[in-house]
């Protein structure tokens, strides 16, 4: 079937000049499409579950802004909150009561977290837990698992996923070898390495970093036991356990990934949905870990933005939304959907392929071998990928323009929306 070429000039005119303004023409480097091979569009502005480009085509978005638009785009209660908080004041640098309203709400959902401290990136809240948890234990060495991302600060920058794998450099020019060498990197759902690893390094781990449900390089899935062996060991070794939430966070249950699993981190990293779509990260887990944070301990952390008025009002307004819908449960129910209507149309094309699933979250492998870790994902087809991106990209759906990404779903994706992509997959799945 033949369809109408896309209009592209305008994005391709910005590109162009983007190009020599700034270091490959994006802000951050997943958004270029170079593991699809192509130019990215630019957004005009997006409402629910659409984006429309500088050129006027329209897509059914599945990247969500990486996950934060868990309402979907532009709700109108967070734009609003976002509007009135602006008109009182766009920083202040000193506290404020939307600090502590936000605080109040992150401690409720999240049993874990007796205290928190908002930041402007998920990085940074994925930097300081790990500067306090070496702190705490006045150890130097930390154990994360491949292809889990974690912002992109020098010690987590050490096989990591998202835009680092897609680029090829897993471990970025620029981080001191001797710093790098503090962090172990092991397969995920392999808890004998992660049982070998600490008994290599006896009293030197500080902490043990993971995502819970890994969603940088593409959805992985943890087994039955792992978290629960990850807690244990740590506890035997005198290791903190560091839930990096910020993916998963607020979107998949009010008490993110750790919620459903059952495991109590010792901190927890937040960012994304809890942002309403503006810069927040936050990090928070044990008061008596916490209180090693300065101006009462000797950890330094800081910042000139952080708790920010409309950065607060956005998360705050955003959180309430998801609680006044009923959100967590709508989203599985989305979720499902989706799922009920693409396994067939997987199977009737014949693809070999793994779908992954979480709530909200999901990802599509072309791959024959079951997707345990980052090893299997990387396994995966990339030219089947690559096709399947543009075949739905000129249908009018978005999905991340890279293998190792999950796709995110909203409260917005309406069945017209499940059911235009689903059509469009139909199409595509048999041209693989
Ligand atoms: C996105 C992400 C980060 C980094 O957050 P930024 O706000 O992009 O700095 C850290 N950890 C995980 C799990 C993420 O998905």
Redesign the pocket.
């Known amino acids: 079937m033949s369809l109408p070429a896309r209009s592209t000039a305008k994005s391709r005119a910005l590109f162009a000049e983007a190009l020599n303004l700034i270091p490959g023409g994006v802000n951050?480097p997943v958004r270029a499409f170079r593991n699809v091979g192509g130019e990215p569009f630019f957004a005009a502005r997006a409402a629910g579950a659409t984006v429309w480009d500088v050129d006027g085509n329209a897509y059914v978005d599945y990247v969500g802004t990486?996950?934060p638009a868990i309402l979907g785009h532009a709700p109108e209660a967070v734009v609003r909150a976002v509007a009135e908080a602006a008109a009182l004041g766009t920083s202040f640098g000193i506290p404020n009561a939307r600090e502590v309203d936000l605080a109040r709400k992150v401690v409720a959902w999240v049993p874990s977290v007796e205290k928190v401290r908002m930041t402007s990136?998920?990085?940074?809240?994925?930097m300081a837990a790990v500067r306090l948890a070496r702190g705490f234990t006045g150890r130097e060495k930390i154990i994360k698992f491949e292809g889990?991302?974690?912002?992109?600060g020098d010690s987590l920058l050490v096989k990591a996923g998202?835009g680092a794998l897609t680029h090829g450099e897993p471990d970025s020019a620029g981080v001191p070898a001797a710093l790098a060498a503090l962090t172990l990197s092991l397969p995920f759902n392999d808890l004998a390495a992660v049982r070998a690893a600490f008994e290599a390094n006896p009293g030197e781990i500080a902490a043990v970093i993971v995502?819970p449900v890994p969603?940088?390089v593409g959805l992985l899935l943890p087994e039955l036991g792992f978290h629960e062996g990850l807690r244990a060991l740590c506890d035997a070794h005198g290791a903190l356990l560091i839930f990096?939430?910020?993916?998963?966070g607020f979107r998949l249950a009010k008490g993110g990934a750790q919620e459903g699993i059952g495991v109590r981190p010792d901190l927890s990293?937040f960012?994304?949905v809890i942002g309403g779509g503006l810069?927040v990260?936050a990090f928070g887990g044990r008061a008596d870990v916490m209180d090693h944070l300065a101006p009462l301990g000797k950890v330094y952390q800081a910042g000139t933005l952080s708790g920010n008025p409309l950065a607060m009002a956005a998360g705050l307004a955003q959180l309430a939304e998801l609680e006044r819908l009923d959100g967590f449960r709508k989203l599985e129910e989305i979720g499902a959907a989706l799922e009920a209507g693409l396994r067939p149309l997987l199977a009737k094309a014949r693809v070999p392929s793994q779908f992954h699933r979480r709530g909200s979250m999901f990802s599509l492998f072309f791959s024959a071998k079951p997707v345990r870790n980052c090893a299997d994902a990387l396994a995966s087809d990339r030219e089947a990928f690559k096709k399947f991106f543009f075949g739905l990209l000129d249908r009018g759906v978005y999905i991340a323009p890279s293998p190792f990404e999950a796709g995110f779903l909203s409260l917005a994706h309406g069945p017209e929306a499940i059911e235009a992509t689903l059509r469009a997959a139909a199409e595509v799945l048999p041209t693989l």
């Not at 990136?121 to 994925?126: N, R």
């Not at 889990?148 to 992109?152: A, V």
């Not at 990096?244 to 998963?248: A, G, K, L, N």
Request: negative net charge.
């Open positions: 951050s990486w996950g990136s998920g990085t940074e809240a994925c889990c991302y974690h912002g992109h998202s995502e969603g940088n990096d939430e910020v993916m998963t990293t960012g994304k810069p990260g």
